[in-house]
């Protein structure tokens, strides 16, 4: 069956659309232009977009500069946009026209189409009064709603991000607690090393998780400032002298964050450096979640011929071929998740650099890389939390069994006995495979009972210097 269409207009000239579509011709151009990727704007991309142009339409009716009625229509079509219809009109690949002209006039298009429909005109009728560049447009470029989209699309989902981590923080910090009694060997350079709690070291990837969260807090109050109103270039042509204030003012007000001016309208146009900083937080939380995950994976390993000192639920098969075997795959998923966020973020970073002048014209590819890097990171911490964290058990068995093994315990005797001594024994328990207490007491160097009050493992998890009292 032939699909049917309808003829738009743009500066170049007449362009075919699909008839039902809401979008127009400049849309269609990107469509043809660019068969990139296949990809679709991520939901916050049009959120924010779309609730610029709505605070727009009100601002600029308020100030005596757009007709109510089609004010009023425009905010209806946005209104319909922000609550998810019309989702399918959204059509730009995130590998576009430089700066996110092609985005822009999609958004543009499709509210302005909807508003005409809404006044009662066919989305073929000549006379439709609502233009996307007069109309919807209005007092704005690109080059200063995109900078602003992109910080509101991210300040759109930092709340569902902040609650994810947050979870997960909780989720080790109980663990912390559920294994404060399970003594075992500590590792360093992934050799023998003084006795630590399993539950010091979960407490330790919870405070750096929260650590992490507090990071990428600071780094969002920063996209905050907003540069709405610097039009082309900073200078503010075609907008009404109180149009930044008041955008920044009904911005805050319809999206409930709290916002205020950049304070310079050239330097929002021409630096991404806030997008910058706050992508480089979501790397640093996903160098954190992939340092854990590699310690889960390694402490799980086994179970017979590997640490096998935790074991993380079994969600699934391990192998089309060896029967029985249970791989660590949420660990294996947020490894590949981390690294993903990690790529997301250079390309912000080269993007950033690669502003000139008045503008950045890859702005697209940052926006779609840093709303990735935060629904990627949702979706792998929500799975990683609830599906493995909460699930893991302590081996308590092999925690013990290890650290009897371990001749570094000796380490608690260096005040006592000495460094050098201390070595000699350690030598001497590894090569023969006796305890660090036989051969101690074998050199005369302590007492048994002297050895025994020294060697108190959990003890020595407290620091301290051990027992110099009980060398009599």
């Not at 000796?410 to 030598?427: E, F, Q, R, S, W």
């Amino acid at each position: 069956m032939t699909e049917r269409y309808r003829i738009e207009r743009d500066s170049l000239g007449e362009m075919q659309v699909p008839a039902d579509a809401l979008y127009g011709a400049q849309t269609q151009r990107a469509v043809l232009n660019f068969p990139v990727s296949g990809m679709r704007p991520y939901p916050a991309f049009v959120w924010a977009q779309t609730m610029i142009k709505r605070a727009a339409a009100e601002v600029n009716r308020d100030l005596g500069l757009l007709d109510p009625p089609i004010a009023n229509a425009i905010i209806q079509a946005a209104e319909e946009v922000l609550a998810g219809q019309h989702a399918d009109q959204f059509v730009v690949d995130p590998f576009q026209a430089g700066a996110g002209t092609s985005h822009n006039m999609n958004v543009n298009e499709v509210l302005a189409n909807r508003a005409n429909q809404i006044l009662g005109y066919s989305l073929d009728d000549p006379k439709k009064p609502v233009s996307p560049n007069d109309h919807v447009n209005m007092a704005q470029s690109t080059n200063d709603t995109i900078p602003t989209a992109i910080r509101l699309g991210c300040l759109w989902r930092l709340p569902e991000l902040l609650a994810a981590i947050d979870d997960l923080a909780n989720a080790l910090e109980a663990k912390a607690v559920e294994f404060d009694d399970v003594v075992k060997s500590g590792r360093t350079h992934l050799q023998d090393a003084v006795p630590v709690r399993l539950g010091q070291e979960f407490g330790a990837y919870a405070k750096a998780v929260r650590n992490d969260m507090e990071r990428i807090v600071t780094a969002a109050n920063r996209l905050r400032r907003l540069g709405i109103g610097g039009t082309a270039t900073g200078t503010g042509l075609n907008a009404h002298p109180e149009y930044h204030a008041r955008m920044v003012e009904k911005l805050s007000e319809l999206t409930g964050h709290e916002l205020y001016s950049s304070g310079n309208l050239f330097e929002s146009m021409q630096s991404m450096a806030d997008p910058a900083d706050f992508s480089a937080s979501l790397r640093t939380l996903a160098i954190t979640l992939g340092r854990i995950a590699n310690d889960l994976r390694l402490l799980s390993s086994g179970p017979a011929t590997g640490l096998d000192e935790i074991r993380l639920p079994a969600v699934q098969p391990g192998s089309s071929i060896m029967p029985g075997k249970v791989n660590p795959v949420l660990a294996e998923m947020m490894n590949m998740a981390c690294y993903h966020v990690q790529g997301c973020d250079l390309t912000v970073a080269l993007a950033a650099q690669a502003g000139q002048l008045e503008l950045n014209v890859m702005m697209p590819i940052i926006a779609h890389n840093l709303f990735e890097m935060m629904h990627v990171m949702i979706g792998a911490i929500n799975a990683f939390t609830t599906k493995c964290v909460v699930g893991i058990t302590a081996n308590r068995e092999k925690a013990a069994g290890w650290l009897a093994k371990n001749a570094i315990l000796v380490t608690a005797l260096n005040p006592v006995i000495g460094y050098l001594n201390g070595a000699a024994v350690a030598k001497e328990a590894m090569a023969t495979g006796k305890t660090i207490k036989e051969v101690v007491v074998e050199k005369g160097l302590l007492t048994a009972e002297q050895v025994d009050a020294l060697l108190d493992v959990y003890k020595m998890t407290e620091g301290g210097i051990q027992g110099i009292a009980a060398a009599g």
